[in-house]
């Protein structure tokens, strides 16, 4: 019925609520799909459930409705195919940065001799730049080094969907942007097929083929898709010289600043599936926009 | 700067043990050094003769020592050993006792930390049976048992086995969440996970408990020795007390602050290798 890499139906989840014996629904209605090799954002304020939705990809968490569907399976729990990279690194800290590696590749691949254990890892940490701290601990290297020690490991195992959960968000400005670039690189050399949430808006727009955007939660549900029309290679440096860079920008600030807000409590009951209504802010005409979200946006 | 810190603690920590040592040697001084005086009433009736059973000075002590470490291992009966060999006796029942708490402490705590149902149901016999004083064991264990070497064993079994318990199941449920949904993403088998992560990462307070517990059991080897007798560093204290002995009561409690000091060092040593900064 459908062909697409990653799909996501009718996702909902609520919590108990304490005192009440109506539940908190989190986010309901979510329905998107990622293609093979695509890098996909999600971006959305704070409580808005992003982290449960990448949760439940990963098979960490379960929906209390709707279907995750990855290469024609449903994900009913965590996998080797699906690879995550915490927020706070989440490296063991009694491992030496090559050993965190080689830990996840053994168990990816366990028939692999020791030696290709090591040569494959030592391989992706090199990819970050890590190939002179092999034999460090975690708490001896810098916290951008630590997080990079994850995405090597992530992307090591080679998943099948690779999940950021703010991978960048406990790192100063500058790092940061190191780190973008390097998994910039890696990405495009392995055309891995990844999910990431973040709250930066211009780290989006340098790295996504398309951003998703969500209202604000309670009730939260992913509102547009919006294609990242800007050509790659991108660069951070020349990213902004780049006639899709301020269209693009504008459109997802815009809408975080403001119809985030509005858009939550409109809308909900004019399209029971909220399928996200795809947007191209560089070539505006190309998906006229559906006049039920005209009305209430 | 650090030279400096660890001179000026090497010459208090010096000064300090002159100052007592001497203080010591002044108070046991035989009366006739310190100015002979009357003789008490007390002395009267005694015949001038409570002198040889008086506490030891530190001399004395000292060469009594020196004679003992001499040869510590000959063996002349039930009631003659050296020092060496009646430790022996007692760092091995440590040991045993020890060692047979690690085996049921660890597995044991390690169910305990992982499964919150089993946690909530052990707590309640976990928390009566700990304040128990190991010695209270000692009667039902003798009639048990039978076998008085096996009995201290046994008891120090028993007081052993709380602290290592209590700390790996509180390692074990205190790993971090993190770092279980690494092994859960790597699909690894809940026994490697138990292996290869939770082990790892609850080893250092699985290792301090080992420390409690050891330290414990040093402490208990002595008063259970003194009930039970025949070997141990704890019957010969006890025997050199009915001897009136005091110097080699003195100089056995130095040895067994000594020997649970190396016991404790041993356990610090061992924490290193599993201690990780995170």
Sequence with gaps: MTAHFLQIENLARRFPQPGSKEPTTVFEGVNFSIEKGEFVCIIGHSGCGKSTILNVLAGLDHPSDGNVIMDGKVIEGPSRDQGVIFQNHSLLPWLSTLHNVTFAVRARWPNWSRAKIREHSVNYLEMVGLGEVLNRKPAQLSGGMRQRVGIARAFAIEPKLLLMDEPFGALDALTRGVIQEELLKIWARTHQTVFMITHDVDESVLLADRVLLMTNGPNARVAESVIVDIPRPRERATLHEQPGYYPVRNHLVEFLVRRAKTLASAARDTDPRHTPRTVNPVKPDTFPPRPALVRSG | ?278
């Design chain 2, 1 to 278: 700067m650090l030279a400096n810190l660890n001179l000026r603690a090497a010459i208090i920590s010096i000064t300090f043990l002159i100052v007592t040592l001497g203080l010591w040697q002044l108070a046991t001084a035989p009366e006739a050094l310190i100015g002979a005086g009357e003789l008490s009433e007390y002395e009267l009736l005694m015949g001038g003769a409570s002198q040889p059973s008086g506490i030891p000075a530190p001399s004395q002590v000292f060469s009594h020592a020196v004679d003992e470490l001499s040869r510590p291992f000959y063996d002349a009966g039930p009631n003659d050993k050296g020092i060496g060999l009646q430790l022996a006796y007692s760092v091995g029942r440590v040991m045993a006792g020890f060692g047979l708490a690690v085996l049921v402490a660890i597995p044991l705590g390690f169910v305990i930390g992982m499964s919150p149902v089993l946690n909530k149901a052990f707590n309640p016999y976990i928390q009566v049976l700990k304040p128990i004083s190991p010695l209270a064991w000692m009667p039902l264990a003798l009639f048990i048992i039978k076998d008085s070497n096996t009995s201290a064993i046994f008891v120090i079994f028993i007081c052993s086995i709380w602290p290592m318990l209590i700390n790996t199941a509180f390692g074990v449920a205190a790993v971090r969440n993190d770092w279980l949904n690494v092994a859960r993403t790597l699909e690894l088998s809940k026994l490697r996970t138990a292996f290869t992560v939770i082990l790892p990462a609850a080893a250092p307070t699985i290792l301090t408990g080992m420390r409690i517990s050891v330290g414990i059991a040093w402490l208990v080897i002595v008063a259970a020795e003194m009930l039970v007798g025949g070997t141990g560093i704890g019957y010969y204290v006890w025997n050199e007390w009915n001897n009136l002995d005091l110097a080699s009561v003195i100089f056995a409690i130095l040895m067994i602050g000594i020997v649970g000091m190396l016991l404790d060092g041993m356990l610090v040593q061992a924490s290193r290798f599993v201690r990780y900064q995170d």
